[in-house]
């Protein structure tokens, strides 16, 4: 079998278990077409010893017919999971030379699964940015690129190493976290399919914190059936993380039938916003006649506090990331500035603070620290901790009117050039996660999939919102959605 880092996870797998193909070809092929791709900057430690190590294990076990669900099949880890012996930074400067000696949950159960881990993957310093810009290795860069023009574009971010890896067939599927869409939002600018779990779902252990009330794991693949198998490899409880949920998993891949009669597609009026181009509005409309065509019902609802999402996320997710990150002080592991003659254990916090963080961790952590501080605590935290609970009352009345699913656009254009926004108002950035950031206030599960290209050839992506542990519901009407939309379409090799 030829150009086999293209084959996605059930293709592989099957390929596996037939015994057209090893698992150590399958690593040979995907660690050959990263070493072909430093131009895209996605995986910044490369691990191929280890990789070759456990495809070789993994060959054993399929021999001897006792291959679990991801026996064999290589994957990206995105940076911010701790892997044991393995540089785990966050992608950020302070946590340079660190190497866990501990595996993060999620991915020990991939390992247990039987995958294969190529490497780690670039990504926002500690998940903060929307397009990979702010990275201590450089800006990962998307696969694809506008017609008939070389500009590099953005994959998104956080997880924007995990999406152009993927896009650009670098490993069968990657690891993402999901804080305000941060696997949603680059899945959908690279063609790929991206879903962020009901919160608990996913252990968070030995996953580098950035806001601890929002930020959940999940996989980032090249088709809904890869995503169903391989989120059933991450989740499960973890008596390690206090908010992992003490339930079953069930097997998604199995509820993958794309029968989705007489489902309630609900379309809120709110997602509708002035200056929204017109290729979201059609792709969106587009979206909903594939669903009715498929049998769902189509109904109008309203989320009546969508419009105050974005500012309670950007009170309450910087406010939670300036008490996470007050560990990074040069004491116990990571950076420490280098000192003068007289200077105390106060300068040393502040120098290796002010030259381990980038300019946008800075920011946030300077404002997450405001809207705590005495006086500002009510007004800011406390107001969007209640505009949060209003906004997750918005989704359980739509869902207890019968609503199955909610469609609205991932993203609120096609990707953008690297560059276009890092001058600007980091306002403008932060808009980029105007579709997504209700999803995590009110901790539910959601998922980009694929529907279409823009006027220039990029792609595009719908998102599907879920009930809170029906993962496997949404899963099958993305797959149904998947299914009616055709997209195949792939980036044109350049790097």
């Not at 911010?80 to 540089?87: E, I, N």
């Not at 669903?291 to 939670?320: C, F, N, Q, R, W």
């Amino acid at each position: 079998m030829s150009d086999l880092n293209k084959l996605g996870l059930a293709e592989a797998r099957d390929a596996l278990r037939k015994r057209d193909t090893t698992s150590v070809e399958l690593t040979e092929a995907c660690l050959k077409a990263i070493d072909a791709a430093d131009a895209l900057n996605a995986f910044v430690h490369k691990t191929p010893e280890m990789a070759i190590e456990r495809a070789k294990a993994a060959d054993l076990r399929i021999k001897a017919g006792e291959a679990p669900s991801m026996c064999g099949l290589p994957v990206g880890i995105k940076d911010l999971f701790c892997t044991k012996g393995v540089p785990s930074q966050a992608a950020s400067g302070i946590l340079e030379g660190f190497k866990p000696e501990y595996e993060s949950t999620v991915s020990q159960k991939l390992a247990d699964a039987g995958s294969v881990m190529l490497g780690k993957l670039n990504m926002d310093e500690f998940a903060m940015g929307s397009s990979n810009e702010t990275s201590v290795y450089g800006n990962a860069v998307s696969p694809w690129r506008r017609d008939g023009d070389t500009a590099e574009l953005t994959p998104g971010g956080s997880s924007g190493g995990s999406a152009s890896a993927v896009a650009a067939d670098l490993c069968l599927a990657a690891t993402g976290t999901d804080t305000g869409g941060s696997i949603r939002q680059p899945a959908a600018f690279t063609g790929t399919v991206g879903i962020k779990p009901t919160y608990g779902r996913c252990s968070r252990w030995g996953i580098v914190a950035f806001a601890s009330s929002l930020d959940q794991a999940g996989p980032m693949t090249k088709s809904v059936r890869d995503a169903a198998i391989m989120l059933e490899a991450m989740c499960g409880h973890d008596p390690k993380d206090s908010t992992s949920a003490e339930l079953a998993v069930p097997d998604f891949e199995a509820m993958l039938t794309g029968d989705i009669k007489g489902k309630k597609i609900g379309i809120p009026k709110e997602y509708r916003m002035d200056g929204m181009p017109g290729g979201i509005e059609k792709l969106w409309a587009d979206g909903a006649e594939m669903l009715k065509a498929a049998g769902a019902e189509i109904v109008d609802i309203s989320l009546p506090h969508t419009k105050y999402a974005l500012p309670a996320y950007y009170v309450i997710a910087p406010a939670e990331a300036s008490s996470n990150l007050a560990r990074y002080d040069g004491v116990r592991y990571g950076q420490r500035a280098a000192l003068e003659a007289g200077d105390g254990i106060t300068e040393m916090y502040e120098k290796t603070r002010a030259e381990g963080f980038g300019h946008e961790v800075q920011r946030r952590v300077m404002v997450g620290t405001y809207v705590l501080s005495a006086g500002f605590y009510d007004a800011y935290y406390n107001r969007a901790r209640r505009v949060r609970t209003l906004i997750k009352k918005d989704f359980e009345d739509a869902f207890a009117a019968g609503v199955d699913a909610i469609l609205t656009p991932a993203t609120p254009s096609a990707a953008f050039g690297l560059g276009e926004m890092t001058d600007a108002d980091p306002v403008q950035m932060y808009l980029n996660d105007v579709f997504t950031v209700t999803v995590n206030l009110a901790g539910l599960p959601g998922i980009a999939v694929p529907a279409g290209l823009d006027s220039q050839g990029l792609p595009l992506g719908l998102q599907l919102i879920g009930k809170p542990w029906e993962e496997g519901d949404l899963l099958n009407t993305a797959y149904a959605l998947e299914n009616a939309a055709g997209f195949v379409a792939k980036p044109q090799q350049w790097w």
